[in-house]
């Protein structure tokens, strides 16, 4: 059962398992007790899977997911304690964990969405999909000269698991192929044309003392990473080091880590934001947004390359957006994290570029998020040629490794969200649930803040907040 693992192009196309609706009945050729392995798809790339027809859950070792996702401690869902046991005894169980598979096909690849249950001590080299999603998704295994398998009772859906190639290529992928190769463009020497930022401050000089900010101590470490950030951001033109007689303006950087764990360089601009004049441009409420993805037939998200990095600042705005570190004194030339007003800016740039996009009713904007809701397949390849297009002109970078096409179903927003529901996303929902119990208002306050994020998913949440709020 080998595979074109060279081909890049397996995991385009796809289309999703439909579950069956009442649980099928063993067709003649199917092979109790026995087991098939084959390659599948995860996160754009191959991996062993086996499909085993003698066992009643799916599961994944701990020691593959620290190998090929050192992230997945983040998409854990809360379960309760389950006991497992295997021919050479107790194995210990973590909790569960929903992985996008993608089992190729010549007439459209097959995506399912199984939920594993991660084994501390299991020896399985990849993943294994039980019968519980076998059933549920109505998969039949036999054995010919090769081995095939269906997948509901459509034959369109039978396969082989055999090397084959594409017959014909999705107006989509096409489309994507045309733009990898000149409009994802990597490179970000250049900034946005026509949208500079520029800082208006409510006083003038000479700037009080609290713009002045000397650097932060920082160990052998961290000075390591800061090297890397500040020759990374040299490299693509966002900050130039400025001369020993310029007028100097400045505040220490720091470094934030991100929710993937990799660190992000920003200035300490709490003083400058103190006092720079506020931008009331308006944000778009989330709900508001997500509302108009209902009845969609397909969706695509579309995010950018570095995004507040590819506006520039205005030479004027510069001089203000100086940070200090052991390298020396650096000035931003393009817009900086950390600064005010940075999301109202960028929703008034994205609300002039997409103006015609959003009054058709296809297009959500939310901040440096795009989504498109088209009625047809036809559409949607139309429209993500119309959005990318419009990008070209004025050098604003999309990031292919953060778009989704074609998805009946994605997370956007904090939400699950699809043409016919509205869901939490499950890892943004247990991050809320394994926060401590508040035990004062002070400890209540921020708890409120998270959870109210969810609010319209919880039936009289204000009613709720209020008598937990009084109890103290």
């Not at 909790?95 to 969405?113: A, Q, S, V, Y």
Request: glycine share 6%; aromatic share 10%; with cysteine.
């Amino acid at each position: 059962m080998t595979q074109d693992t060279a081909n890049k192009n397996l995991c385009k196309n796809r289309q999703d398992a439909q579950k069956c609706l009442v649980t099928p009945t063993r067709g003649m050729d199917y092979i109790h007790g026995t087991d098939t392995k084959m390659d599948v798809c995860i996160e754009n790339a191959q991996h062993p899977s086996i499909i085993d027809s003698d066992t009643h859950c799916s599961i994944v070792a701990r020691k593959y997911l620290d190998h090929y996702f050192p992230n997945w401690g983040e998409q854990l869902f809360l379960t309760k304690e389950k006991s497992f046991k295997s021919e050479s005894g107790r194995m210990t169980f973590i909790r569960t964990i929903i992985k996008e598979i993608i089992i190729h096909h010549r007439k459209g690849n097959i995506r399912l969405n199984p939920e594993f249950f991660v084994l501390e001590d299991a020896h399985i080299q990849g993943s294994l999909l039980g019968t519980d999603y076998q059933r549920m998704y109505g998969i039949d295994i036999y054995k010919s000269k090769n081995t095939h398998i269906t997948i509901g009772t459509s034959k369109e859906k039978e396969f082989s698991l055999d090397i084959y190639q594409m017959s014909t290529q999705d107006p989509l992928e096409e489309l994507l192929n045309e733009f990898r190769e000149g409009k994802f463009s990597t490179n970000l020497t250049r900034k946005i044309r026509g949208h500079d930022i520029e800082l208006y401050l409510d006083v003038g000089r000479p700037y009080p003392p609290m713009l002045r900010r000397p650097p932060y101590p920082a160990s052998l470490e961290t000075r390591k990473e800061v090297e890397k950030h500040i020759n990374e951001l040299l490299e693509i033109d966002v900050i130039r080091k400025i001369g020993h007689n310029e007028i100097v303006e400045i505040t220490t950087l720091v470094l934030i880590t991100w929710n993937d764990g990799k660190h992000r360089l920003c200035g300490d601009f709490r003083a400058l934001n103190n006092y720079t004049k506020a931008d009331r441009y308006p944000i778009p409420r989330i709900p508001h947004a997500l509302d108009k993805l209902a009845k969609a037939k397909y969706i695509a998200k579309m995010d950018f390359m570095k995004g507040f990095h590819q506006n520039g600042v205005k030479p004027n705005s510069m001089k203000l957006l100086r940070i200090i570190c052991h390298m020396g004194i650096y000035e931003y030339t393009r817009r900086p994290f950390g600064i005010k007003n940075r999301p109202s800016h960028f929703q008034r740039m994205m609300d002039t570029i997409f103006h015609k996009e959003i009054l058709e009713f296809w297009m959500v904007v939310y901040i440096d998020d795009i989504m498109i809701y088209p009625e047809s397949w036809e559409d949607h390849v139309q429209y993500i040629d119309r959005e990318i297009s419009k990008c070209t002109p004025i050098t604003l970078k999309l990031s292919l490794k953060k778009c989704n096409f074609g998805q009946k179903e994605l997370l956007a927003l904090g939400h699950k969200v699809s043409g016919l529901s509205l869901a939490i996303d499950q890892n943004k929902g247990a991050a809320v649930l394994q926060k401590p119990v508040p035990k004062n208002i002070k400890e209540m306050q921020p708890f409120l803040g998270a959870s109210s994020y969810y609010r319209n998913h919880i039936r009289n949440f204000a009613h709720i907040a209020m008598f937990e709020s009084c109890s103290f």
